[in-house]
């Protein structure tokens, strides 16, 4: 499988969180409704593209394993059961997590009653007001100069992905993070390019203190839906309000209004690039809820192990 992070419904900051619950606090709170996280154990079909809305990134999990049309069956740990196929399919399948979740702990869920409230609400906001500027603004705004605008602040965030390697004492990704925001800021106009990674093959590092704590055998907690900002755990909190410091749409901006503005446009420039994607997720998950917590616990104990 090929896991792909590309946007998220609630990496802003709090700054962000707030102005919009303040915001969009008059909406009638519906009942639960779902969302997605997603382990592959929840989705009946694993050829289909899945995505998760995470606190940080909505998360795309794509298999791209041909559905098998024999008739014999196979059933999982979970008790489902499943088409076989032939063994010589799976080795084709990319896992860059592969091995990472044999010895994934429990994650605990108390506060599920409000947890899958909160989340009614995060999708009714999303339904009624961030998708629909979010396709208004896909169809107005340039693809290249959207995804220009998505390497500018994934750029911006060098120092949170820097520091959170050090931390690591991963001092190879830490290199990587110096090299790639020194060739993308002065040859691709203040990060709008993606010169280090096109031109010299330097990838990008995923790294914040969420996984850094992670690192030395921090506990998750607790898993929490939070306001706006959508899954997240105990240890996540922590981290994010870590990141937010070093964040410049936090901490440099030169007003709050700025700030919550260039949230606000990250946002949005991300939903922009999976609102059909989301909406075809809503339309064959069975249980969203479920399988959104289920998914974002694999994937962040996957960047901790990676």
């Keep these: 499988m090929r896991i792909m992070e590309f946007i998220r419904i609630g990496r802003s900051f709090f700054l962000a969180g707030f102005f919009l619950l303040f915001l969009f606090s008059s909406f009638s709170w519906a009942e639960v409704r779902a969302t997605d996280p997603r382990i592959p154990n929840f989705v009946n079909d694993i050829g289909d593209d899945v995505?998760?809305?995470?606190?940080?990134?909505?998360?795309?999990?794509?298999?791209?394993?041909?559905?098998?049309?024999?008739s014999s069956s196979i059933e999982t740990a979970q008790g489902t059961v499943r088409s076989s196929q032939d063994s010589s399919v799976y080795k084709e399948m990319e896992d860059p997590f592969a091995g990472v979740n044999?010895?994934?702990?429990?994650?605990?869920?108390?506060?599920?009653?409000?947890?899958?409230?909160?989340?009614?609400?995060?999708?009714?906001?999303?339904?009624?007001?961030?998708?629909?500027?979010?396709?208004?603004?896909?169809?107005?705004?340039?693809?290249?100069?959207?995804?220009?605008?998505?390497?500018?602040f994934s750029n911006a965030m060098a120092p949170v992905k820097f520091l959170s390697s050090l931390i690591q004492l991963d001092f190879e990704k830490s290199g990587r993070v110096l090299a790639r925001t020194l060739i993308n800021t002065t040859f691709g106009i203040g990060g709008l390019a993606d010169v280090a990674g096109e031109e010299y093959?330097?990838?990008?590092?995923?790294e914040d203190f969420d996984q850094a704590m992670g690192f030395y055998g921090i506990p998750t907690g607790p898993y929490v839906v939070l306001p706006i900002f959508g899954p997240s755990t105990a240890r996540n909190i922590i981290g994010r309000a870590a990141d937010s410091f070093l964040s410049p749409t936090f901490f440099f901006a030169p007003s709050t209004g700025v700030s919550v503005g260039l949230a606000t446009?990250?946002?949005?420039?991300?939903?922009?690039?999976?609102?059909?994607?989301?909406?075809?997720?809503?339309?064959?998950?069975?249980?969203?809820?479920?399988?959104?917590?289920?998914?974002?616990?694999?994937?962040?104990?996957g960047l901790v192990k990676k």
């Design 102 to 152: 044999s010895d994934i702990p429990i994650l605990t869920d108390p506060f599920e009653g409000y947890n899958r409230w909160m989340f009614g609400v995060n999708e009714t906001i999303y339904d009624n007001v961030l998708e629909p500027v979010a396709r208004g603004y896909r169809d107005t705004v340039h693809e290249d100069l959207r995804i220009g605008i998505k390497n500018l």
């Design 51 to 70: 995505f998760a809305q995470t606190s940080e990134v909505t998360i795309k999990l794509e298999k791209s394993v041909p559905r098998s049309t024999e």
């Design 201 to 206: 093959h330097i990838e990008d590092v995923s």
């Design 265 to 301: 446009e990250e946002n949005i420039n991300d939903a922009s690039f999976i609102v059909d994607d989301k909406k075809q997720l809503e339309d064959s998950a069975l249980d969203e809820y479920e399988s959104i917590r289920d998914f974002y616990h694999q994937y962040r104990h």
